[in-house]
């Protein structure tokens, strides 16, 4: 089960909301596709909530990414900054 | 195998759309508030009607009987609030709602034992000082009553803002 972070230090940084974006993917399909409520997909991307390994990985598979691309101990770079390192 | 929450007609009741309005922390707490302030009423109640001659005056009757029917109205709402984590069965949670109800659980775990041991021996010291069994029997509910509740009130007063918008 996950938990809420303690301290700065401990808190998971992820892209959901930017990949739910990108695919036109609401708060609530996503969630009723991983099973939660859709208010504990609003806390994860909030920083309020670590997922669950086993629900990183189903936000993960949703997506079709591996789950370090959605999720991270680090601040993520913006994907526009990673696609310019990558393509120069 | 499904990993969705079961939606049971109480999860459905309490993740009802049209109490949104209560699950604002700016609500929850007052709620919290009002809740604590009805319940010490009644304890101070009970602590003067023990100290009446027959133990069960008419007054008290009156207060009680509106203490408690105001009661329910308030913990409806303050249940709406935390989306009635406490009284839905597991299997209707998700991962975040159990952490947080295990979370106001622990946290209020010495709490709610301090108010269970009060319930006990303040009841046995009503009925040895006064000798009155009624409002002993009040003291020991009221406070048992208030030992189940302090985790709903920690839920209640420490659960974040909800976000927002379902975008």
């Known amino acids: ?88 | 195998m499904s990993t969705s929450p079961e939606q049971t007609y109480l999860a459905r009741a309490f993740d009802d759309g049209r109490y949104d309005w209560a699950r604002a922390r700016r609500i929850r707490r007052r709620v919290v508030v009002a809740q604590v302030v009805l319940l010490t009423g009644l304890v101070a109640a009970v602590v003067a009607a023990a100290t009446t001659d027959d133990g069960w005056p008419g007054w008290f009757f009156i207060a009680w009987t509106v203490g408690l029917l105001v009661f329910i109205p308030l913990h409806s709402v303050l249940n709406l609030g935390i989306r009635g984590v406490f009284d839905r069965s597991d299997r209707s949670l998700d991962e975040h709602q159990q952490t947080l109800r295990e979370r106001s659980f622990l946290a209020m775990a010495w709490p709610a034992t301090a108010l269970h041991f009060l319930a006990w021996t303040g009841a046995v010291t009503v009925v040895a000082t006064s000798g009155h069994v009624a409002p002993a029997l009040c003291w020991g509910f009221l406070l048992w009553f208030a030992a189940g509740l302090t985790a709903y009130w920690h839920l209640a007063w420490t659960a974040p803002d909800e976000p927002a918008d379902l975008c």
């Open chain 1, 1 to 88: 089960m996950g938990r809420q972070p303690r301290s700065e230090a401990d808190k998971v940084h992820d892209r959901i909301a930017v990949l739910r974006a990108d695919r036109g993917v609401s708060r609530k399909e996503l969630a009723d596709a991983v099973g939660v409520h859709p208010q504990t997909i609003g806390y994860v991307e909030r920083g309020e909530y670590s997922p669950s390994l086993a629900l990183a990985l189903r936000i993960a598979r949703f997506f079709d990414v591996p789950v370090e691309a959605v999720f991270s101990l680090d601040p993520l770079p913006s994907l526009s900054e990673e696609l310019l390192r990558r393509t120069t």
